[in-house]
């Protein structure tokens, strides 16, 4: 059996005629730029998020960079992240020139520790910026208590987790302005790349929109100075197509997660993925974690099943990140977990056949 870590067939032949048509709209309507489309998309992923705003971007990096610019984060200034996640978190705080300040995640749910960050803030500090790894949401009321107590900002990055809840409360929701991306891999993914700010505060959303633009609100006129990334007409429309189907599609993720965690339980020196109290998990990723990552990820490959090591080299070892002057041991449980953690394949579409040839496979190995 030949199972990629990585395929977008099932749902592709589900809204392949709906994105059909929707290209030929875009297409007919001859209007490619900040149209109908991306207020209609923005409309709704607002609504989805129960939220008042969004603002449609280029990509998940660039959400991220803007969200720090309307919130006038600069040089002088420490944003605090943590320091498991995927480098882009820790690239836009280094675009505004801010400080990066990193926080050891929790070991069991992969999340930023609310319990560490208090010791990580100084006068310096502006933004903690929790990321909702992997699809599961952080443990968002105690993280806006300590901002709220030590009056910072909080921007979430919500890339892996859309739909997923704290409380009941959906991530998207929580921060002050807040970021996503819609990268094709994600579990809304467009056809491209293409990103997006969310927020209930009406003059972040205007700054937002004015930043995404030149600085511009009307052509020609320049308040600020800004940049160009706009979510583009196409990718919005087929991006309101795929919306529609995303809670299903979260059904199905959560219902292969439960069939892998509920096969691969009890199994000696594999960590399966938790869940702290309140957080929902929307599974972006199946992330397990084994001491024999790389000879476990080289069985499943040698019996044709795909798998993905998120992520290899923790931001602080990165080439990029040396002139912060980290060594290794510096965030041990960010690189344990890049030493240890092996992402199984998750597609909505997989059969039962095709989760248990995966479990059956990863048995073999420890029998």
């Known amino acids: 059996m030949n199972i990629p870590f990585l395929s977008l067939t099932s749902q592709n032949n589900l809204v392949e005629a709906e994105i059909r048509a929707a290209f030929e709209r875009v297409f007919q309507n001859k209007w490619y730029i900040l149209g109908k489309e991306v207020s209609d998309f923005e409309n709704a992923y607002a609504a989805f998020n129960n939220v008042q705003h969004c603002i449609g971007v280029g990509n998940g990096l660039d959400a991220l960079c803007i969200a720090l610019r309307v919130l006038e984060v600069g040089e002088g200034d420490e ?15 280094s675009q505004v020139r801010a400080t990066i ?29 929790p990321v909702h790894l992997y699809g599961q949401a952080c443990q968002m009321d105690a993280i ?7 009056n910072l900002f909080v921007i979430e990055d919500n890339a892996q987790a859309q739909g997923s809840t704290y ?11 807040n970021a996503t ?3 094709p891999t994600k579990n809304l993914g467009a056809y491209g790349d293409a990103g997006a700010l969310t927020t209930n505060n009406p ?24 940049v160009n990334s706009r979510l583009d007409e196409l990718q919005a429309a087929f991006l309101s197509v795929k919306l529609k189907y995303l809670n299903g599609w979260t059904t199905e993720r959560q219902t292969i997660a439960s069939a892998y965690t509920r096969q691969l339980n009890g199994i000696d020196g594999l960590i399966l993925p938790a869940s702290s109290p309140g957080s929902s998990h929307v599974y972006h990723l199946y992330v397990i974690r084994t001491a024999k990552r790389n000879e476990l990820e080289q069985h499943l490959n040698n019996n044709g099943i795909g798998t993905g090591i998120h992520y290899p080299v923790p931001a602080h070892l990165q080439k990029a990140y040396e002139h912060l002057g980290y060594q290794k041991g510096d965030f041990p449980i960010a690189e344990e977990l890049a030493e240890t953690s092996l992402s199984l394949p998750l597609n909505p579409g997989m059969s039962s056949e095709e989760i248990e040839y995966v479990t059956k496979t990863i048995k073999k190995f420890y029998a």
Do not use: C
């Not at 944003?79 to 480098?87: A, E, G, L, M």
């Open 181 to 183: 991306s819609f990268y």
């Open 167 to 177: 409380n009941n409360k959906l991530t998207g929701s929580f921060g002050h302005v």
């Open 203 to 226: 003059g972040l959303a205007q700054k937002a929109s004015l930043l995404r633009n030149y600085g511009s609100e009307r052509k020609y006129y320049n308040e600020v100075i800004g």
């Open 144 to 150: 806006m208590q300590i901002a709220h107590k030590h």
């Open 79 to 93: 944003v605090i992240v943590p320091s498991n996640t995927f480098i882009a978190t820790w690239l836009a705080v």
């Open 101 to 129: 300040v990193p926080v050891e995640p929790d070991k069991d749910t992969y999340n930023l520790n609310p319990r560490l960050i208090e010791a990580a803030i100084t006068p310096k500090t502006k933004v903690i910026i």
